[in-house]
Antibody, heavy 113, light 107 residues
């Protein structure tokens, strides 16, 4: 059974950093492309970043230069390193596979002083 | 970035109604379009991929059509569990972009 479990969210001050994790089971992360999607409170969905099986990554303009996507194949886990966080980054962050056919439950990131 | 415009932004309907949601891309995206359903507090769920292919396990009352710039999601007969927010997503080029969502409410 395919499962994605995010962790690492929490409260962080503006300008701070946080690393989100997405542990996968039931499939191999390195054989698929994996994305992060976020949803600010009461708002719609925003695609954030993707990593392809070959390792290429692409980011939304809103996070380029601040967020970095990576994976640990030995742990079958995807990571999102978020630096220089801003209030507008406050959202539930979801990881998802391929055409976003499977999603995790999400992890809440709150950026506030 | 490609803009995805959904309409309507919300609608009221009754159980058994036929509902159609449209999504228009600001430029051609071939058939690189998916439809997602989200209920409050839950992660989105893929309904349709490739504009018209039904995701495994999704009821056949859901269907998608379109290509290029204009797309539709149709629910042939609303069930109580279909009251939710629906989003389209283009994956034709980066950045991938979602429509703003359509909230389907009970009349």
């Amino acid at each position: 059974e395919v499962q994605l479990v995010e962790s690492g969210g929490g409260l962080v001050q503006p300008g701070g950093s946080l690393r989100l994790s997405c542990e996968a089971s039931g499939f191999t992360v390195s054989n698929n492309y994996m994305s992060w999607v976020r949803q600010a409170p009461g708002k719609g969905l925003e695609w954030v970043s993707v990593i392809y099986s070959g390792g290429s990554t692409y980011n939304a303009d809103s996070v380029r230069g601040r967020f970095t996507l990576s994976r640990d194949n030995s742990k079958n886990t995807l990571y999102l390193q978020m630096n220089s966080l801003r209030a507008e980054d406050t959202a539930v962050y979801y990881c998802a596979r391929d055409d976003l056919d499977y999603w995790g439950q999400g992890t809440l990131v709150t950026v506030s002083s | 970035a490609i803009q995805m415009t959904q309409s309507p932004s919300s609608l009221s309907a009754s159980v058994g109604d036929r509902v159609t949601i449209t999504c228009r891309a600001s430029q051609g995206i071939s058939n690189d379009l998916g439809w997602y359903q989200q209920t409050p507090g839950k992660a989105p769920k893929l309904l349709i991929y490739g504009a018209s292919s039904l995701q495994s396990g999704v009821p056949s009352r859901f269907s998608g059509s379109g290509s290029g710039t204009d797309f539709t999601l149709t629910v042939s007969s609303l069930h109580p569990e279909d009251f939710a927010t629906y989003y389209c997503l283009q994956s034709y080029n980066f950045p991938w972009t979602f429509g703003q969502g359509t909230k389907v409410e009970i009349k």
